[in-house]
């Protein structure tokens, strides 16, 4: 009994240590759900890009590769969210992810093209450009062939808003009566046509009446 009596307060002493020991393997079992988060690392070839669309000063964020079934993925994609023109900033909608090539080539675009053409053709810059979005897993409208959109390479550009506030779409606008606008889709369009593999507009068929379908090329340009 004296025995007994006399361990009695060191088991005491003990039991604050063997309740914090208790608690190691709760807080390892949480480890592996913090080391389950991803570090984006793009190949050589992505961060080479993304440095390039880094120095047009276009406000972006690098999204991980993904897949989505056989036909259908989004590798090295960025998040476009503005892009810089001469002396101001162009804000985007409606755009998910886009192939960073692509996105390097509608930068240059927007800037060079669309910007200086509403500058020069009706008189403000440019200041918003709409977008009826980039990837779809989906086939060409009446085709079993993958879309460009299936691969983040195409864009669909539906209007433009200008720094003084007019908008114009090209669903509303492409053929306008008013001969300054329909110059300025016109030499937009021409422009996009030097840049982009193919460009698809209201001319071309009825599925693109109210959008202008940009994509990468792939060695065959088609303007249409």
Same mark, same amino acid.
């Given at each position: ?5 006399? *361990? ?9 240590? *063997? ?5 190691? !393997? ?6 592996? *759900? ?8 793009? %190949? ?19 999204? !991980? ?14 998040? *476009? ?27 240059? +675009? ?32 009446? %085709? ?29 606008? +492409? ?16 422009? @996009? ?9 209201? @001319? ?21």
């Amino acid at each position: 009994m004296r025995r007994h009596a006399a *361990l009695a307060p060191a088991l005491l002493a003990l039991t604050p240590l *063997l309740a914090a020991c208790g608690a190691v !393997p709760q807080q390892e079992s949480r480890q592996p *759900l913090q080391r389950s988060t991803q570090i984006y690392s793009p %190949s050589p070839q992505a961060g080479a890009c993304l440095a390039s669309l880094g120095r047009t000063n276009a406000s972006f964020t690098p999204l !991980p590769d993904q897949y989505f079934g056989t036909h259908c993925a989004t590798l090295g994609a960025v998040k *476009l969210v503005s892009l810089r023109s001469d002396r101001s900033t162009l804000t985007l909608t409606d755009l998910g992810p886009v192939a960073c090539p692509l996105a390097e080539t509608f930068a240059a +675009w927007a800037r060079f093209g669309v910007d200086r053409a509403a500058e020069q053709i009706l008189g403000s810059r440019l200041a918003r450009i709409e977008t009826m979005g980039s990837y779809s897993c989906r086939t060409i409208a009446g %085709s079993v062939r993958m879309s460009a959109h299936a691969r983040a390479e195409a864009i669909d550009v539906s209007g433009f808003v200008l720094a003084d506030g007019r908008r114009y779409t090209v669903l509303r606008d +492409w053929n306008s009566p008013d001969p300054q606008v329909r110059a300025f889709f016109a030499t937009i369009q021409q422009s @996009a046509c030097k840049r982009f593999g193919t460009v698809l507009g209201p @001319a071309y068929n009825l599925a693109h009446r109210d959008h202008l379908h940009v994509e990468l090329g792939n060695g065959r340009g088609f303007c249409r």
